[in-house]
């Protein structure tokens, strides 16, 4: 098939990729709901055979962390799904989406309903279902085209995204660094835009332990566990600096018994968010500089864990190069690409950290996602499915002079 054919066939998959849309709605996949996910990654597994050399299955790992309770909580995740093409080929692309949402089985969100003839409303319609529909669409006309052996490709749907990646984070990062260039199908904006830089993001934990004490007859003896806490959050979030990006969230506090006992037990959890590598460095020593000192100061002993799951995602020249070849092949079928910085974080951010130029937001075009108002645009299945088939042709014919950018890049 030429690619004006090829575009014509993705134009008469559009009423059946609206079908598999919502049937995909419909299964409800939370993070944790590793059944439902399950389905969703049978139903991409067989919908998605015929397409791929190989199919596989990843186990997730699973991780341990402190609760606004202050209990250390195994998580478990869904697995990873994998599928293969041409993995000798020179240039290699690594096209990544989760099969999770956030809503869990106890949400009223469950369903999908068409609004009118272009926007569906529906859980995960837009993050990310619909997105992973145009990515093997994409996919699937571009291997019944013209193509060129230069390139492979390996697809990676994992199963935590929502949460964090903490479980699939390892598989993501070691296929980076096999591949060339990455392609995530995260939402655009309603308007069509494409998410440029990313900030990096951490979500970190701090449980105090004093003593308790009773607080009429023994208020002397007691050492406040809230108290201790109170101190560390106002520094912590005095932290923030608006001008450079840096916004540290006190999100939770947690603690105590009843009114006339010294609280010997509080927890925190809090938000931290950068725009450079740089500043996550410094923001780390700092963080732990307050923890160190206010324990000192308020005799509670304080103990911080966590970390960046996601790095900030800065534009590298090869990313830059990405991105051009985006817009040119957005102009060619006379989509007017634009991108834009956001504060929000997704694997994008992984990747990038590990050197590997992406551009994340590949998928529909939506809105509202994470609320019950999440919708996507109907008709932006098949655009956005002829806009990857595009820069998947862009990439097979040109992925040298991105091959060499990066090997630059990885010098600097
Ligand atoms: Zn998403």
């Known amino acids: 098939m030429s690619f004006k054919e090829s575009c014509k066939w993705i134009d008469s998959r559009q009423e059946d990729l609206l079908n598999n849309l919502m049937r995909l709605s419909e299964i409800n996949s939370g993070t944790s709901n590793l059944e439902g996910i399950k389905t969703v990654a049978d139903y991409f597994r067989s919908y998605f055979s015929g397409t791929a050399d190989s199919i596989s299955e990843i186990q997730s790992q699973s991780r341990e962390h402190t609760d606004i309770s202050g209990n250390k909580i195994k998580e478990e995740f869904g697995n990873l799904l994998s599928f293969k093409k041409r993995t000798e080929a020179p240039i290699q692309v690594l ?13 009223s969100f469950q369903t999908p309903k068409k609004l009118d003839e272009n926007t569906l409303l529906g859980p995960g319609v837009a993050d990310m279902k619909g997105g992973i529909l145009v990515m093997l669409t994409a996919l699937q006309a571009y291997e019944a085209s013209n193509h060129s052996n230069q390139l492979g490709w390996r697809v990676i749907l994992n199963a935590d995204e929502e949460t964090g990646s903490h479980g699939s984070a390892e598989t993501l990062e070691a296929a ?3 591949a060339d260039v ?3 199908y995260e939402p655009a904006l309603a308007d069509g835009t494409l998410s440029r830089a990313r900030k990096g993001s951490g979500n970190f934990t701090v449980v105090a332990t004093g003593q308790a004490a009773h607080a009429g007859r023994e208020y002397d003896q007691g050492r406040n566990a809230i108290m201790g806490l109170y101190s560390a959050a106002q520094k912590l979030e005095q932290l923030t600096e608006l001008e450079n990006g840096i916004t540290v969230n006190i999100a939770r506090i947690s603690g105590g018994t009843a009114f006339n006992v010294v609280p010997a037990a509080a927890v925190l959890q809090f938000n931290v968010r950068c725009q450079s590598v740089d500043q996550q460095h410094e923001l780390d020593a700092k963080m732990k500089a307050v923890i160190h000192e206010t324990a000192q100061q308020s005799e509670v002993a304080l103990e911080i864990s966590g970390g960046f799951s996601r790095p900030p995602k800065s534009i590298s020249p090869a990313n830059q190069l990405l991105m051009d070849w985006v817009v040119e092949s957005g102009k060619q079928l006379d989509i007017d690409v634009q991108f ?3 504060g929000g974080c997704c694997d994008g ?3 990038a950290a590990v050197g590997l130029p992406n551009v994340d937001t590949l998928g529909v075009l939506g809105g509202q996602i994470h609320t019950a108002d999440e919708f996507m645009l109907i008709n932006s299945l098949t655009e956005r499915a002829k806009l990857s088939l595009n820069i998947l042709q862009k990439i097979s014919e040109e992925g040298d002079r991105l091959q060499a950018l990066s090997k630059r890049d990885n010098k600097n």
Not at 95 to 107: E, K, R
């Open 182 to 184: 990455g392609l995530i």
């Open 95 to 107: 096209l990544a989406g989760h099969m999770d949402t956030v809503f869990p089985l106890s949400h």
């Open 340 to 342: 834009k910085d956001t």
């Open 349 to 351: 951010n992984n990747l």
């Open 176 to 178: 980076a660094t096999t």
